[in-house]
C-alpha cells in the first residue's frame, strides 16, 4: 500500500500509516457485507483514483485479479469520485 501511495499521491507518511491501519477491517467489512471492499485515494491529478487496498468476499466477487494500483478514472467510477469530493460513503 505505501508504495501505490507514494507513486500517485501526495498522502503523507502519517496519513498512510492510517489508512493501512484501516484497511486491517478489510476482510471482516468484506465477508460481513458480502461484497468486495476498497480503498481508493486521490491522485495528484484529480481526474483519477488508485485503488491502494482490496478485499473480496470468499464467494461472489466481482473482480477476477488484484485491483490494487490499479487507476480508476473520474468518468468510471462516479461513485468514488462522489465519496471523494463529499466524504459522503457511497
Sequence with gaps: MAAVCKKHTNLRDGDIQKLMEVSRAL???SELEGCDVFIDCPTRDNQW???VAQCSPPKNSCYSRDMVGELVHRHKEP?????LDTGVSS
Excluded: K, Q, Y
Excluded at 461513485?79 to 465519496?83: H, L
Design 79 to 83: 461513485g468514488v469520485f462522489r465519496t
Design 27 to 29: 476482510p471482516a467489512i
Design 49 to 51: 483514483a488508485v485503488v
